[in-house]
Nanobody
Framework: QLQLVESGGGLVQPGGSLRLSCAAS????????IGWFRQAPGQEREGVSCVGVPDVHQWYADSVKGRFTNSRDNAQKSVYLQMNSLQPEDTAVYYC???????????????WGQGTLVTVSS
């Protein structure tokens, strides 16, 4: 059974950093594109980033480009989102998601994790 478990969220001051982890089980992580999404209070869920197969294929939303970085460790069955220079507008519940497509592209339906809350506040 496919399972994604996020961790690493918390409270951080503006300008700070966090690293989110997404632990995967029940499927071959090295064959799936993994995306990060976020949902702020009162707003729709939006795409943040994605790491495809192979890992050279990456995508970032303009709002996080240059601040957030994807990485994947297939041996640890985990994907990470390093978030630097965090701002209050980055406050949201962050979700990782595995794209169901066998293409390895960041496109199409996904399976979701449960989310982890990131709060950026002084």
């Amino acid at each position: 059974q496919l399972q994604l478990v996020e961790s690493g969220g918390g409270l951080v001051q503006p300008g700070g950093s966090l690293r989110l982890s997404c632990a995967a089980s029940g499927f071959a992580l090295d064959k799936k594109a993994i995306g990060w999404f976020r949902q702020a209070p009162g707003q729709e869920r939006e795409g943040v980033s994605c790491v495809g197969v192979p890992d050279v294929h990456q995508w970032y939303a303009d709002s996080v480009k240059g601040r957030f970085t994807n990485s994947r460790d297939n041996a640890q069955k985990s994907v990470y989102l390093q978030m630097n220079s965090l701002q209050p507008e980055d406050t949201a519940v962050y979700y990782c998601a595995a794209y169901r497509s066998a293409s390895g592209y960041c496109d199409g339906p996904v399976d979701w994790g449960q989310g982890t809350l990131v709060t950026v506040s002084s």
